[in-house]
């Protein structure tokens, strides 16, 4: 039983391309969230939606628009790819409910590794 | 005042030693600390937790030192293994956010 899942695995462009991931968690998580990690290993927040509503974007390039059919599906569609895109985006979700308690483990997807040429 | 410093950003470590990883913040309005450990090729997976109002925490090898005076936090691998060999990550959760600021990370190397 996989908890959160992400399609594709790999992902190899063409610069200038529109992609998509799909993220779909199986969990009953109300939050969902999409990271970026570069060749650095560096995790960063892009996204966070809770019960489907947008909570978090972060600076992040109108080229990317993520969408929430619903609590359990997290997808990110990317417009006019650049080299610059090339990192592996990560897919989590939680029980956060945005306040203090003991839910706020995010579970991670395996990852999508998107190349851009 | 967001960030979280984390050092260092690679570590060797020979079987049975320990490992140790060191993070610190500055907003006072976090309240949760989780490490994440990420092996290649996966996504992070959470390992250990504590929150400010605890000292210390341990599960098994590892152990989670909190010093809230100071705002560090550090990650202790007793009898580390080569199967610890990996990427681990703090982080750091806002009261009433949604957003977990991660560390830039340490690479862990153990040689058998």
């Known amino acids: 039983d996989t908890a959160v899942s992400q399609t594709p695995k790999y992902l190899v462009t063409q610069m200038g391309n529109d992609k998509s991931i799909k993220c779909e968690q199986n969990l009953g998580h109300d939050t969902m969230y999409w990271y970026k990690q570069d060749s650095k290993k560096f995790l960063k927040i892009m996204f966070s939606?809770?019960?489907?509503?947008?909570?978090i974007n972060e600076t992040v390039p109108n080229r990317f628009s993520p969408k929430s059919p619903d609590k359990a599906h997290l997808n990110l569609h990317i417009n006019s790819l650049e080299l610059g895109d090339s990192a592996v985006y990560f897919c989590?979700?939680?029980?956060?409910?945005?306040?203090?308690?003991?839910?706020?483990?995010?579970?991670f997807g395996p990852g999508t590794r998107l190349l851009v040429l | 005042q967001q960030q979280v410093k984390q050092s260092p950003q690679s570590l060797i470590v020979q079987k049975g030693g320990i490992s140790i990883i060191n993070c610190a913040y500055e907003n006072t309005a976090f309240d949760y600390f989780p490490w994440y450990q990420q092996f290649p090729g996966k996504g992070p997976a959470l390992l250990i937790a504590i929150r400010p109002d605890v000292s210390e925490k341990k599960e098994g090898r590892f152990t989670i030192s909190f010093n809230k005076s100071a705002k560090q936090f550090s990650l202790h691998i007793m009898d580390s293994q080569p199967g610890d060999s990996a990427t681990y990550f703090c982080a750091a959760r806002n009261t009433g956010g949604f957003k977990t600021i991660f560390g830039a990370g340490t690479r862990l190397f153990v040689k058998a």
């Open positions: 939606y809770n019960n489907k509503e947008l909570i």
């Open positions: 989590a979700s939680s029980q956060d409910s945005g306040t203090s308690g003991e839910e706020e483990t995010q579970y």
